[in-house]
């Protein structure tokens, strides 16, 4: 049987070479659909996308690390996300925000089966504006990883899963609350990738970074 549609579309990224410039497929749908917009300046070497919703926050000034951020203005925005996360523990939500930034390889690999592979010995996730700072830290050159990664995806999760996997494990990582899915961490990934099967928690792609040329 011919592979669905969207199984295709991820196998035919994944073959790609993760250092060929331009968006990728799905990323180009993304924002004919208004679900990614570019956020890069005139004349940027790389092509930055954002969530709108992200986006429009961090115009208005909100918690978020901007692109190109001074280290000043990233102490700045800290203490506004760490406002921020208070002020969500007194709206006692009942969904939080999760982030995880990833390689094109494990992105592929999320959107091909709909859960996170068990690759990683780490395998951090982390949670509210904070978190959404600490992955943008590798893509402003604040910090490093190897294999580069490429998209930042953010993950609706209920409270109570959140608690239990920061009740499991947790660190504070550059000012954002951090828990480890993988077997070096809280070992809390089958319990994550049973609730994106559920369809309790779902998720989005919502920051990419690609060389423009």
């Not at 091909?112 to 509210?128: C, F, K, N, R, S």
Request: hydrophobic letters at 35%; glycine letters at 8%.
């Amino acid at each position: 049987p011919t592979p669905p549609p969207l199984l295709l579309e991820a196998m035919a990224d994944a073959a790609e070479d993760p250092k060929k410039p331009g968006l990728r497929a799905h990323e180009k749908k993304l924002v004919q659909n208004g679900e990614l917009v570019e956020i890069s300046h005139a004349g940027a070497s790389c092509i930055l996308l954002e969530a709108p919703h992200l986006a429009e926050k961090r115009l208005a000034g909100d918690a978020l690390l901007k692109p190109g951020a001074t280290q000043e203005e990233e102490a700045q925005q800290e203490e506004l996300a760490e406002e921020a996360g208070d002020d969500e523990e007194e709206e006692e939500v009942e969904m939080e925000r999760i982030y995880r930034h990833m390689t094109d390889k494990e992105c592929t690999y999320l959107r091909e089966h709909g859960v996170l592979p068990d690759t990683q010995p780490y395998q951090t996730i982390v949670a509210g504006d904070e978190g959404y700072n600490y992955c943008m830290k590798y893509f402003i050159g604040r910090k490093k990883v190897t294999p580069p990664v490429s998209t930042i995806v953010e993950f609706m999760c209920p409270v109570p899963l959140v608690k239990t996997l920061f009740d499991m494990q947790w660190k504070i990582e550059d000012g954002a609350r951090s828990h480890g899915l993988g077997d070096k961490g809280g070992k809390g990934l089958p319990i994550f990738n049973e609730s994106l099967e559920a369809g309790s928690s779902t998720w989005k792609i919502v920051f990419v970074k690609r060389p423009r040329r």
